[in-house]
């Protein structure tokens, strides 16, 4: 498994502004994610941060509003810009394990929960 | 169509009877299968994941996989108030563009009252 840290855990933010979400993995990931997940929704995939290159988004999603950076294996950010009160989400890093011992799965960081005035 | 269909439930059990989730999926192609369980407020963990056609038993859960009918569940015996949570089910295709594509139901919300 991956033990997976997120910060900030909840942030109260002003319309127009942006936020940067840290996410650190305990060990050596292939694979880091970005989902949101809407109140009473569920998760929605925003993009795969890739190590050293352009993430690759979802549809719907664009660089320009949630740019993404993965400098290592074990670190990403995303930045949620020019926030509105429609961005008000928790928003979830996520990795996924890879390797000879791995069954493939997917863990999630505690999440960051962003409201939007 | 959406990939994975859950039933939104509240889905409610008195405490100690067995709870059945269902799951179904669209994608015939579909290789690993997995159940996640959140809290209000908390972010999902993985609690059972699947491969092969038939039961895997951990502990109080069982998950059950049915390919030709595209369907999967996910069955909590002595059910706790504590298993109270929402559970969502996750499909992964396995291979080729989607490799790392996790597609999640809605969740179904299961109520167990003590």
């Known amino acids: 498994s991956a033990v997976i840290s997120q910060k900030p855990s909840r942030d109260i933010c002003q319309r127009g502004t942006s936020l940067t979400i840290q996410c650190q993995v305990d060990?050596?990931?292939?694979?880091m994610f970005w989902y949101r997940q809407q109140p009473g929704q569920s998760l929605t995939l925003i993009a795969t941060?890739?190590?050293?290159?352009?993430?690759?988004?979802e549809s719907g999603f664009v660089i320009d509003k949630f740019p993404i950076s993965r400098p290592n294996l074990t670190f990403s950010t995303l930045t949620v810009s020019n926030m509105s009160p429609e961005d008000s989400s928790i928003y979830l890093c996520s990795a996924r394990t890879s390797g000879v011992l791995s069954t493939g799965e997917l863990f999630f960081g505690e999440g960051s929960r962003l409201t939007v005035l | 169509q959406k990939e994975v269909e859950q039933n939104s439930g509240p889905l409610s059990v008195p405490e100690g009877a067995i709870a059945s989730l269902n799951c179904t999926y669209s994608?015939?192609?579909?290789?690993?299968f997995f159940w996640y369980r959140q809290y209000s407020g908390k972010s999902p963990e993985l609690i059972m994941s699947?491969?092969?056609?038939g039961d895997k038993e951990d502990g109080r859960f069982t998950a059950q996989l049915n390919k030709a009918s595209q369907y999967v569940s996910l069955l909590i015996r002595d059910s706790q108030p504590s298993d109270s949570a929402t559970y969502l089910c996750a499909v992964n295709q396995g291979g080729g563009y989607n490799f790392n594509k996790f597609y999640f139901g809605s969740g179904t919300k299961l109520n167990v009252k003590p």
């Open positions: 941060a890739n190590q050293g290159s352009e993430a690759t988004y």
């Open positions: 699947i491969y092969s056609n």
């Open positions: 060990s050596q990931v292939t694979m």
């Open positions: 994608d015939r192609g579909s290789q690993s």
